[in-house]
Nanobody, 118 residues
């Protein structure tokens, strides 16, 4: 099982980006899916999460600006990021609870860089 993240880049303050993360491999089911971020010199923090039933939760710092969603048919999770601020600059990682050929495990994607700068 692998998680492949994409969609990062350089954007001006106030701009938008959409991150995607696709799970592939021998997958029986996927539980919660999450996005984390880590800025240089900082700890990794949870940005947003979505359950298999599509219940969502967000860090206070992104509420009202970011939206997490999932496509269960495509084993994909998205993070729509609007009104981006310089403090959103970080490497973003996806995370998913997956029941696969090796049983239940939590998997991480490789990270995608988001830079918000003028």
């Amino acid at each position: 099982v692998q998680l492949q993240a994409s969609g990062g880049g350089l954007v001006q303050p106030g701009g938008s980006l959409r991150l995607s993360c696709a799970a592939s491999g021998s997958i029986f089911s996927i539980g919660a899916m999450r996005w984390y971020r880590q800025a240089p010199g900082e700890q990794r923090e949870l940005v947003a999460s979505i359950t298999s039933g599509r219940n969502t939760d967000y860090a206070d710092s992104v509420k009202g600006r970011f939206t997490i969603s999932r496509d269960n048919a495509k084993n994909t999770v998205h993070l729509q990021m609007n009104s981006l601020k310089p403090e959103d600059t970080a490497t973003y990682y996806c995370n998913a609870e997956i029941v696969g050929g090796s049983g239940f495990r939590t998997y991480w994607g490789q990270g995608t860089q988001v830079t918000v700068s003028s």
